[in-house]
């Protein structure tokens, strides 16, 4: 489906050196603050207290991040898991605070909220086991607010976790190197890793400039990202070897400016659908998929810009050309005039 047609080739290749150096630059202010600054890990990396609290009525988020913040201890994540009822507010690692007190300090400030008391409560269990907890009571002799369960997150599981994450970085990285190199040539390979690697660091380089929070959502929105951003690539490069069969006389050039001219009516379509659901998280998806979602749309955006001006020019000065593609035999290869020659797109 095309929303248009182009149908003279846009000259891409002409700018590609400009649109390189721009891009160079933009890699290595984002590697520059990711060495100066660095990112801000949330607690799942450097450890922290996470609380659980369940609420008879639905809790509220936001006036629970205004009491929680008061108490000094930094970057508070509130958020729901399970039902509405349910709250998990997640407590970073800081200097001169101990942990330990953590959840009772919370527990009692939501509480208050609540205009209630902190006591304790002796419950007999199902297996008879006589337990003492917490308990929340207001005037009316109700518990608005139960504690259910607090932990300790160790910097061990954070250093695990972020273990973990370069491990599944690397794994994508070489399967799609590995998947590029078997469908296309190993010069199309080098040129998609390149231009997605770009994307990657790009998305870090904000996150540290910004000092925006890194958790497990942002990671999983940066290999996301990196399966976006080859998906398009892969889509120009299809093309080109489709050109390449079809067009026999055209330069490396030229087929790389008709491939992505080509493909322009399509890449519109589907950037703007993923961007508008991006969006949608982005705007009423709250502080939990906040910065999954500009992860995301970072990642979209510069995705275009490196699959065309990126990627496609790598490959065109690496030298790829239609020997590289097309592999002549003693039949006919492919009949030019066929509209379904090649690949579809």
Request: proline residues 3%.
């Amino acid at each position: 489906m095309e929303f248009f047609r182009i149908r003279r080739d846009i000259p891409f290749m002409r700018h590609a050196l400009v649109f390189n150096i721009i891009s160079a630059l933009t890699f290595v202010a984002a590697v520059f603050f990711l060495v100066t600054r660095g990112l801000n890990f949330s607690i799942e990396f450097t450890g922290g207290t996470a609380v659980e609290a369940t609420y008879v009525q639905t809790a509220d988020l936001e006036r629970l991040r205004g009491v929680v913040s008061h108490l000094g201890y930094g970057d508070v994540q509130v958020q729901n898991y399970g039902t509405s009822h349910d709250v998990i507010i997640r407590v970073p690692t800081k200097a001169g605070i101990d942990q330990k007190q953590v959840p009772s300090h919370v527990f009692e400030a939501l509480c208050k909220a609540e205009s209630g008391t902190v006591g304790t409560k002796t419950e007999t269990t199902s297996k008879g086991e006589v337990v003492t907890r917490p308990s929340c009571v207001n005037d009316a002799k109700a518990e608005p607010v139960l504690l259910k369960r607090s932990e300790l997150v160790g910097p061990s599981v954070g250093d695990e976790l972020k273990r973990d994450g370069a491990y599944a970085m690397i794994s994508v990285v070489v399967g799609i190197m590995l998947y590029l190199a078997f469908r296309f040539e190993w010069k199309f390979s080098i040129a998609a890793i390149v231009a997605n690697l770009h994307d990657v660091v790009i998305i870090l380089g904000f996150f540290a400039f910004f000092q925006w929070e890194f958790g497990l959502s942002v990671l999983a929105g940066v290999l996301a990202v990196l399966g976006y951003s080859v998906n398009e690539s892969v889509v120009i490069f299809d093309r080109i070897r489709e050109t390449f069969r079809r067009f026999r006389k055209l330069t490396t050039m030229q087929v790389i400016d008709h491939a992505i001219t080509s493909t322009i009516s399509r890449t519109i379509i589907t950037h703007f659908c993923t961007q508008m659901m991006v969006l949608s998280m982005l705007i009423f998806g709250g502080p939990t998929l906040h910065y999954f979602a500009m992860a995301l749309t970072i990642g979209i955006c510069f995705g275009i810009y490196s699959s065309v001006f990126v990627a496609a020019a790598i490959a065109m000065w690496l030298g790829v050309k239609r020997e590289d593609l097309v592999h002549t035999s003693g039949k006919s290869e492919i009949d030019p005039n066929d509209p379904n020659a090649g690949a579809v797109v």
